[in-house]
């Protein structure tokens, strides 16, 4: 990882540990059902193997409804505060590129990590989704950086990875969350680097 200027996170299962969602989610999809709860998240996971949204495809596997996503439960991961203090001290510019929705700023301030980045495009606020590189090319102008000096942070290899290296950005797969679960099959999936847990970067930058 060399030359690299600017760092772009993604936020859930990257910077954000989304678990505890993920159960609300599951218990409230077989709530009055005879679904074990273990069985539908086995049936999520399974989904998530095959590079796959798999609480979407799980609830469509046995007839059920989506039910809401509980961003209260939403909440940084141990290390990420570190990390991103120690990448900023080292002279690291630090940005955001998610899918969100409205408020992002708000929540990053609230879990007390807001201070840490110069740059946050949010798709609710931009009016544009990953994986569409048009979010990814916004990001850079704003940062007057060039893709081969920025790197890519994020879990998911169709929202962060490919896209992000379309475009010439340096990417890191980090492997939390469903997202972790997915293969990089082909060439366009692949990122540069992997890692398990974020105190891994400071190894890589």
Aim: overall charge negative.
């Amino acid at each position: 990882m060399e030359n690299i200027k600017w760092i772009f996170f993604d936020i859930g299962s990257t910077l954000i540990d989304e678990s505890e969602c993920y159960k609300l989610r599951y218990c409230e999809a077989v709530a009055d059902t005879t679904i074990n709860v273990e069985d539908f998240e086995r049936k999520v996971i399974e989904f998530s193997k095959q590079n796959i949204k798999g609480d979407h495809e799980a609830v469509k596997y046995y007839g059920l409804r989506l039910p809401p996503w509980h961003k209260e439960a939403e909440k940084p991961y141990a290390d990420a505060e570190y990390v991103l203090k120690q990448l900023s001290d080292k002279g690291y510019r630090l940005g955001v590129i998610a899918n969100q929705s409205a408020g992002t700023r708000e929540r990053l301030s609230n879990w007390g990590i807001l201070k840490y980045f110069d740059i946050i495009l949010a798709s609710a606020e931009e009016g544009i989704s990953k994986p569409d590189i048009n979010i990814f090319r916004r990001a850079l102008t704003s940062a007057k950086c060039l893709p081969a000096n920025a790197v890519m942070i994020g879990d998911r290899l169709d929202n962060d990875i490919t896209p992000a290296k379309k475009i010439g950005m340096k990417t890191v797969w980090i492997k939390q969350g469903l997202g972790g679960l997915a293969s990089a099959v082909q060439k366009a999936e692949q990122a540069d680097c992997e890692i398990e847990k974020l105190s891994e970067l400071l190894e890589l930058l």
